[in-house]
């Protein structure tokens, strides 16, 4: 999202999801927004680049869903149980995220189409 400030207005206001966190992620080269719904979120991202991998995604694609993620409560093994049903990943081993999390991402070749993401929470959160 070009705008992070519009699009919080708009879920914010039009969904009335609170906002619960902001960060600055240098290593991912984004601003990330957490948005609540249920007991989930909605991630908001903005590149702090054009050369930044979002800034190329959003550059190629245009504004809309960059990708999905799911929570794990070990990362390295879901990794190696991802990596043995044969599924590859974009990450051989985790790397920081949001709030202190581990993150990995899954090739979209091997789900859908879609970029997907797994989450191991700092502290398991």
Request: proline share 6%; no cysteine.
């Amino acid at each position: 999202m070009a705008d992070i400030e519009a699009g919080i207005a708009l879920y914010q206001d039009s969904f009335e999801m609170e906002l619960s966190h902001r960060e600055t992620v240098e290593s991912q080269g984004v601003e990330a927004v957490l948005l609540d719904v249920g007991e989930g979120h909605v991630e908001l991202l903005v590149p702090l680049g054009p050369e930044t991998a979002v800034g190329k995604f959003l550059a190629s694609r245009g504004p809309g869903l960059h990708h999905i993620a799911y929570a794990v409560k070990d990362i390295d093994a879901a990794l190696a149980w991802v990596s043995a049903a044969g599924i590859e990943t974009i990450d051989a081993k985790p790397r920081p995220g949001i709030r202190d999390s581990r993150v990995a991402f899954l090739s979209p070749r091997f789900t859908g189409g879609v970029l997907t993401e797994i989450v191991e929470p700092a502290g398991g959160n």
